[in-house]
């Protein structure tokens, strides 16, 4: 489902370079739910954003699905993210001046779906993450759990193949952040690839397979990781 | 079409959700649309009542006056170009200005004398009663015809056939009144009174006549019946310089180069006022992006194009600068109106000019929005996200 190989991806902070990403290479297989561990300023949200295509590798081979990542234009990777991945950021990344029903119909836009099959499968998605009672509410009137609900009903509404998950717990307490966490395995039971980001070990654990990342490099184990 | 729509309904939220900045960004273009629509129709209505008010005095008509005091031409002189085809009527009169009183009532007056042929010359129509004939004139008699305006000046009433009045020393029997038309640029046309030449000639001691009205035998004979009246001048002076012949069709085309000018100038200064109201709106739109930096961040992520990015700042832009424009549209009709119950005088609104000022409202929309919206479809997902 998602390839890297050899991926490397280098910031200038100032004139001092720092090697975000060195040599990554990691084989998501379809339906398999992962997570990605590591200490913040490892190189993990840099992975998401190289995966989520919203920034490209320097260098190595990115296929999603079949598609060369490299190969694609601005706009096909427009339609790539809208039609393939769903994210689920750590802020949440809801729109403010929308409601929650709206917040979710919006990757549906960009997809060119028809205003009824758009309400349709966003109150579908929103049903599966229990908010159906929470539609016409503003982000700012919701819980932090149930805004992290609205976002991931958002991710599935646009039917992605994959979705991405940055700290989804990052800003809740525990209680609203295990219901997060419930859900996303819930999601992984029903066939959807997950790719959870997190430096919390505890909620790494519930995934089918941890990766390491540590200084840009990725390990099998925690123990060659240093953690 | 969907997408259009989509961006349409989130343009006109946005708009309304920032109530206060939104109305401060239109009024630029308020005062702009309002400026050129006012500024113009006025101009356009003054234009047309002043040129209605003289081509109904009649552009066929050619008047003589003679400028020299030294030069004596009187009213059989001028009879002489009735002898040509070009020329249908040819009415010298008299001005003799002098108050007219009736009992304890008077009024300033210019008495007008004039041939059995005035009427009809210069496009008078009675009221009520007769004109000056031809033997008022044989007999000198002390006859008038006078305006509505001196009627009601007078004899507070429009029945004064057989009413008389005195004026330089003599009385006046009146034997019809003139039909209202109103004024022109002289003044009022109501207050004129007219009697015979002879009798003019009398009051005023004088034969000299420096006026003349020569009726040229069709529109298209004006330029001919004019040549014929300047040369006929020549032989009767003989000295060009001791009279002036003068078409009223030419006063109008002047008149009309001088007022559209003048409009388009008082619009081109009003388009000035609009296109600032254009930066405030590519001001605004640049804060806009700035704020909405992790929304664009958001939207991209989610699987918006540059386009729709594009095409989302670019609606907002246009809907402010025509919603201005539609503000402005209707402030402006309104504004005409009280302007025009002010004045008491009709001004229509110069459509043409509301069809520009509205068409320019969406240029500007197009132009100014568009630099803000293409920086905000350029922002990286990546970096849009991370500004918070």
Redesign the interface.
């Known amino acids: 489902m998602l390839v890297l190989e050899h991926i490397y991806k280098t910031y200038y902070v100032g004139d001092e370079a720092v090697h975000a990403l060195d040599d990554v290479s990691l084989h998501v297989r379809p339906q398999e739910f992962v997570a990605i561990c590591g200490p913040s300023g490892s190189g993990k949200t840099t992975l998401m954003?190289v995966m989520?295509c919203?920034?490209l590798p320097d260098s190595g081979t990115y296929i999603l699905d079949g598609i060369d990542i490299a190969d694609c234009s601005?706009?096909e990777l427009?339609?790539i993210?809208?039609?393939k991945i769903?994210?689920v950021?750590q802020?949440f990344?809801?729109?403010d001046?929308m409601s929650a029903l709206e917040n979710v119909e919006?990757?549906l836009?960009?997809?060119?779906c028809?205003?009824k099959e758009r309400i349709e499968r966003a109150k579908a998605a929103l049903d599966k993450v229990g908010l159906a009672n929470r539609m016409q509410h503003r982000p700012s009137q919701l819980s932090g759990g149930q805004q992290q609900r609205v976002a991931i009903a958002?991710a599935l509404a646009?039917d992605a193949r994959v979705i991405l998950a940055d700290e989804p717990t990052g800003n809740l307490d525990s209680k609203s952040g295990n219901d997060v966490m419930r859900l996303i395995c819930d999601l992984s039971d029903q066939d959807n690839t997950i790719v959870l980001i997190t430096h919390n070990m505890e909620i790494a654990k519930l995934a089918q397979r941890i990766v390491y990342v540590r200084d840009g490099r990725l390990y099998d184990k925690s123990e060659e990781a240093g953690l | 079409m969907t997408m259009f729509f989509n961006s349409l309904r989130l343009a006109l939220r946005s708009t309304l959700a920032n109530k206060m900045r939104s109305f401060l960004t239109m009024l630029g273009i308020i005062i702009g649309v309002m400026s050129v629509i006012v500024l113009v129709s006025i101009a356009q209505s003054t234009t047309s009542s002043i040129t209605s008010a003289i081509s109904s005095m009649g552009s066929d008509l050619i008047t003589v006056t003679v400028t020299d005091e030294d030069v004596s031409v009187t009213a059989d002189d001028y009879m002489v170009l009735e002898d040509y085809d070009s020329i249908a009527g040819v009415a010298p009169y008299l001005t003799v200005s002098s108050t007219a009183r009736y009992g304890s009532n008077y009024t300033t007056v210019s008495a007008i004398g004039v041939t059995e042929e005035y009427m009809d010359v210069a496009g008078l129509e009675m009221e009520a009663g007769r004109s000056i004939v031809l033997s008022d004139l044989e007999w000198r008699t002390y006859v008038a015809v006078i305006g509505t305006e001196v009627a009601g000046d007078l004899f507070e009433s429009y029945d004064v056939s057989g009413k008389t009045f005195t004026m330089s020393g003599h009385t006046f029997t009146i034997v019809g009144l003139l039909a209202e038309s109103g004024s022109d640029t002289t003044g009022s046309l109501d207050s004129r009174i007219l009697i015979p030449l002879t009798t003019a000639e009398r009051v005023a001691d004088s034969t000299a006549v420096t006026t003349c009205y020569v009726k040229a035998d069709s529109a298209n004979d004006v330029t001919l019946a004019q040549a014929i009246t300047e040369y006929q001048m020549l032989l009767l002076t003989g000295d060009e310089d001791s009279y002036e012949v003068y078409n009223m069709s030419e006063l109008l085309d002047t008149l009309s180069d001088v007022m559209s000018t003048l409009s388009l100038m008082l619009g081109g200064i009003a388009a000035i006022s609009l296109l600032v109201g254009g930066i405030g709106i590519m001001n605004i739109m640049l804060v806009s992006v700035a704020e909405r930096t992790r929304e664009i961040g958001i939207r991209k992520a989610i699987g918006a194009r540059r386009s729709h990015i594009l095409l989302q700042f670019l609606i907002e832009a246009c809907v402010l600068s025509i919603l201005g424009g539609l503000i402005g549209l209707g402030l402006s009709a309104l504004g005409l109106q009280i302007f025009s119950l002010a004045a008491d005088m009709t001004i229509a609104m110069e459509w043409r000019a509301a069809i520009a000022a509205l068409l320019f409202c969406i240029i500007i929309g197009v132009v100014f929005g568009s630099y803000p919206a293409a920086k905000a479809s350029k922002m990286t997902p990546i970096d849009a996200l991370q500004r918070i």
């Open positions: 954003n989520g919203l920034d601005d706009r427009s339609l993210r809208s039609e769903g994210f950021f802020q990344n809801l729109l001046s919006l990757p836009i960009y997809q060119k028809s205003q958002r646009s």
